[in-house]
């Protein structure tokens, strides 16, 4: 079965903090996203990476960055968190192969005070 | 803009009953179509998928159409059962180099009653 692991479940953190959020999967799969979910709005894509050390902007960027040093590994980075920013992360990875579902981890509710 | 919509925030229904969900899409080039299903405070998890090449497919109680000309397609669960109540999603994927980079919509609350 595939496994994309989500580093926390519930944060909380103050304005201003920088964040680190981080997803680990096990299926040697080649794209990796960031997704939030906000009532609705449903899940909008914040980054997505298709390679190692490659990243791509998703449909909402700002404040966010990401890193994937690992191909297993990929992390999303809120520079100075603010409370619009409070939500709920959801991490995925799929195979770069044509029409194929994404696997998604957990989630990780973020409540930024 | 919303390129996947879900008009219907919520739906509610009997156990037993068919349960119909509905999304619309806007981008021409997508070409295939998931639902995902999701739990309070877990991540989404794959239901269904349905090809631009076809107009049905089924799994057990679930089944999705796609009209293309219109850009619709639906999610049929009978019959319903109250372990069916979650928030469903809506996803398009365009193929060629969109790295399987999903759309959603906005998704639909299923309440299925005993």
């Known amino acids: 079965d595939v496994k994309v692991t989500q580093s926390s479940r519930y944060l909380v953190k103050r304005t201003g903090e920088k964040v680190f959020l981080e997803c680990v999967q096990d299926?040697?799969?080649?794209?990796m996203f960031w997704y939030r979910q906000d009532p609705g709005l449903g899940l909008r894509l914040i980054y997505f990476?298709?390679?190692?050390?490659?990243?791509e902007k998703g449909d909402i960027p700002e404040g966010y960055s990401v890193s994937r040093e690992k191909k297993e590994r990929f992390s999303l980075i809120l520079e100075s968190a603010s409370t619009n920013q409070t939500s709920m992360y959801l991490c995925?990875?799929?195979?770069?192969?044509?029409?194929?579902?994404?696997?998604f981890g957990q989630g990780t509710r973020l409540t930024v005070v | 803009d919303q390129q996947v919509k879900q008009n219907s925030p919520s739906l509610s229904v009997q156990e037993g009953r068919i349960s119909i969900l509905n999304c619309d899409y806007t981008?021409?080039?997508?070409?295939?179509f998931l639902w995902y299903k999701k739990y309070p405070a877990e991540g989404p998890t794959f239901l269904i998928s349905?090809?631009?090449?076809?107009d049905k497919n089924e799994d057990g109680r679930f089944t999705v159409f796609l009209n293309k000309s219109a850009k619709h397609l639906s999610l049929h669960i009978v019959p319903s059962q109250p372990g069916d109540s979650a928030v469903y999603f809506c996803?398009?994927?365009?193929?060629?180099?969109?790295?399987?980079?999903?759309?959603f919509g906005q998704g639909t609350i299923l309440t299925v009653h005993p």
């Open positions: 995925a990875s799929s195979l770069q192969v044509w029409n194929t579902e994404a696997f």
């Open positions: 299926m040697d799969h080649e794209n």
């Open positions: 990476s298709y390679d190692v050390k490659m990243k």
């Open positions: 981008n021409s080039m997508f070409d295939y």
């Open positions: 349905i090809s631009s090449i076809k």
């Open positions: 996803a398009a994927l365009a193929g060629g180099t969109s790295y399987g980079k999903l759309t």
